[in-house]
Antibody, heavy 128, light 107 residues
Framework: QLQLQESGPGLVKPSETLSLTCTVSGGSISSSSYYWGWIRQPPGKGLEWIGSIYYSGSTYYNPSLKSRVTISVDTSKNQFSLKLSSVTAADTAVYYC????????????????????WGQGTLVTVSS | SYELTQPPSVSVSPGQTARITCSADALPKQYAYWYQQKPGQAPVLVIYKDSERPSGIPERFSGSSSGTTVTLTISGVQAEDEADYYCQSADSSGTWVFGGGTKLTVL
């Protein structure tokens, strides 16, 4: 059974870089069918997709965060990572990693895809 | 930017049918997905590609699509179904979007 586990500091200072790692177990991150994604949820608020990466390094980023986000993959460790720079209090959230199935419908010109399963999430607080 | 609109809350009595809607202009051309999130837990996929149910999800969960609106239907609601529900879709540029979420209260 595929499982994902987030890890990293729970407290980051304003203006610094948030760094998290997601470790995949029970399956290979090099699977040809899936991307691997990061999603966050501020306390008491909704979900926001951050970005996703393929094992080859191909990425999709949320345009609203793209200038501050870097997602990378380490296939030898079956891990992928998130870096978010210049953080502020608005970046305080529970950060989830998830397997991301991505497809493209050439007839409609739209992407499609879903997130399943998800890690348990890790709370990152931005505060001095 | 692409937006998905959900009602903030829906209330239903046990045994009744709950319907949660999600609307967006592009939905006729785009699949929608639904997630259930219970307090303190990660979201769980309950419907994919508008109406498909992943293995392990009870049959009382179903999805449908009509025009610019997709609907998650929970038949015979149980107390354990009380949760936040999020719809999700994607746009033509490779951006994945979530609705604002709907809190389902079982009275």
């Amino acid at each position: 059974q595929l499982q994902l586990q987030e890890s990293g500091p729970g407290l980051v200072k304003p203006s610094e870089t948030l760094s998290l790692t997601c470790t995949v177990s029970g399956g290979s991150i090099s699977s040809s069918s899936y991307y691997w994604g990061w999603i966050r949820q501020p306390p008491g608020k909704g979900l926001e997709w951050i970005g996703s990466i393929y094992y080859s390094g191909s990425t999709y980023y949320n345009p609203s965060l793209k200038s501050r986000v870097t997602i990378s993959v380490d296939t030898s460790k079956n891990q992928f990572s998130l870096k978010l720079s210049s953080v502020t209090a608005a970046d305080t959230a529970v950060y989830y990693c998830a397997r991301h199935f991505i497809g493209y419908d050439i007839l409609t010109g739209y992407y499609f895809g879903w997130f399943d399963p998800w890690g348990q999430g890790t709370l990152v607080t931005v505060s001095s | 930017s692409y937006e998905l609109t959900q009602p903030p809350s829906v209330s239903v009595s046990p045994g009744q049918t709950a319907r949660i809607t999600c609307s967006a202009d592009a939905l006729p051309k785009q699949y929608a997905y639904w997630y259930q999130q219970k307090p303190g837990q990660a979201p769980v996929l309950v419907i994919y590609k508008d109406s498909e149910r992943p293995s392990g999800i009870p049959e009382r969960f179903s999805g449908s699509s009509s025009g610019t609106t997709v609907t998650l239907t929970i038949s015979g609601v149980q107390a354990e179904d009380e949760a936040d529900y999020y719809c999700q879709s994607a746009d033509s540029s490779g951006t994945w979007v979530f609705g604002g979420g709907t809190k389902l209260t079982v009275l």
